[in-house]
């Protein structure tokens, strides 16, 4: 069910952004998501063992990410 909500959403987010922003904008935009993506995709397994290694929780390591993906998504406006 959630792996659904996440396809869902994120066509009807496509799809929004193509009838909203400009193509310059929305080029950068997609470019800045997938880069960032790729970087938490490859750092986060060691985020995560750091914060457990320090007997932390392992959402801090997630909030901490969403800060940083609430920085570049302020950028963009």
């Known amino acids: 069910m959630i792996r659904f909500s996440i396809v ?10 193509l009838e909203i922003y ?7 935009g997609f470019s800045l998501c997938l880069g960032i993506s790729s970087i938490g ?10 914060f457990i290694y320090v007997d932390l929780s392992g959402f801090i390591s997630l909030a901490v990410a969403s800060f940083v993906a609430m920085y570049f998504i302020s950028k963009l406006n």
């Open 8 to 17: 869902l959403m994120g066509n009807i987010l496509i799809s929004y952004t």
């Open 22 to 28: 400009p193509s310059n904008a929305r080029s950068l």
């Open 41 to 50: 995709s490859i750092l986060m397994p060691w985020i995560n063992s750091t």
